[in-house]
C-alpha cells in the first residue's frame, strides 16, 4: 500500500491567493482527518471526515478555510484568501474504524506552507 | 483541551530507560501515542483502550490509568532511533477524533 498521499509537498504562495492541498487517504480507510501543524501551537485538528461526511470542523480557523471529500479517495483543503499566519505544516490522515475499533492513524508526508 | 505531556525534554545515552506522561483534564476513550522524527509525518506507535486493551508496538510498552485521565510511555533500553518528538494523542468522544499533546522530545546519545 502506499500510504496516504499528499501533494504538493511544498508550496510557496503570495498573500491573497488561493491554495488547494491535495489528499489521497489509504484505501478502506473511512476517516480521515486535517491537522496543521506550527512551532506554537502544535498539532492542531482542523476538520474530520468519516464516511466522506465532515463530521466535525470546529478546529477550522476561519471561512477562508474549506475541506471536501467528494468520494472516499480524495479530499481538499482550502485556503482562500492565504495569509502569512497560514504558513504551517498540513497533515492529512487516515484511519480504520473508530473508537475501540481504532487501530491508530496513518499521516501523510504533509504540505509545507509558506505564504509570503 | 490538549492533553498536557511531561517532560518537554529528555537526554538518554543508548540502553538507558524513560518514561513520557500525558494527562488529560477529560474522560478518555483510548489514548494514541505517535513518534515524530523531524521533517517527516507522525508514526503510529500504541494504541490504549478504555479496559485495558493494547494495540501496538513491540519493543515499547504504555500505560493507560482510566481514573486519572493518565497515559505513560515506557521506552526501554532506548536505542539511537528512538530519537524524536513523541506525541500523545487522546480520544474523549470516542469517535477516533484526537486531540494532540504539545510533544516530548527525545534524544539519545551514544
Known amino acids: 500500500d502506499a500510504g496516504v498521499i499528499q501533494s504538493p509537498r511544498h508550496e510557496v504562495t503570495e498573500m491573497g491567493q488561493e491554495v488547494t492541498l491535495r489528499c489521497k487517504p489509504i484505501s478502506g480507510h473511512n476517516s480521515l482527518f486535517w491537522y496543521r501543524q506550527t512551532m506554537m501551537r502544535g498539532l492542531e485538528l482542523l476538520i474530520y471526515f468519516n464516511n466522506n461526511v465532515p463530521i466535525d470542523d470546529s478546529g477550522m480557523p476561519e471561512d477562508r478555510f474549506s475541506a471536501k471529500m467528494p468520494n472516499a479517495s480524495f479530499s481538499t483543503l482550502k485556503i482562500q484568501p492565504s495569509e502569512p499566519r497560514d504558513s504551517a505544516v498540513y497533515f492529512c490522515a487516515s484511519s480504520l474504524g473508530a473508537g475501540a475499533l481504532n487501530y491508530g492513524y496513518t499521516f501523510g508526508s504533509g504540505t509545507r506552507l509558506t505564504v509570503v | 483541551q490538549q492533553p498536557v505531556q511531561s517532560p518537554q525534554a529528555v537526554i538518554l545515552r543508548e540502553g538507558e530507560d524513560a518514561v513520557i506522561n500525558c494527562s488529560s483534564s477529560?474522560?478518555?476513550?483510548?489514548v494514541h501515542w505517535y513518534r515524530q522524527k523531524h521533517g517527516e509525518a507522525p508514526v503510529f506507535l500504541m494504541i490504549l483502550l478504555k479496559g485495558g486493551e493494547q494495540k501496538g508496538h513491540e519493543k515499547i510498552s504504555a500505560s493507560f490509568n482510566e481514573k486519572k485521565q493518565q497515559s505513560s510511555l515506557y521506552l526501554t533500553a532506548s536505542q539511537l532511533s528512538y530519537s524524536g518528538t513523541y506525541f500523545c494523542?487522546?480520544?474523549?468522544?470516542?469517535?477516533?477524533?484526537?486531540?494532540f499533546g504539545q510533544g516530548t522530545t527525545l534524544q539519545v546519545k551514544p
Open positions: 477529560k474522560a478518555l476513550y483510548s
Open positions: 494523542g487522546t480520544d474523549s468522544s470516542n469517535t477516533g477524533k484526537l486531540i
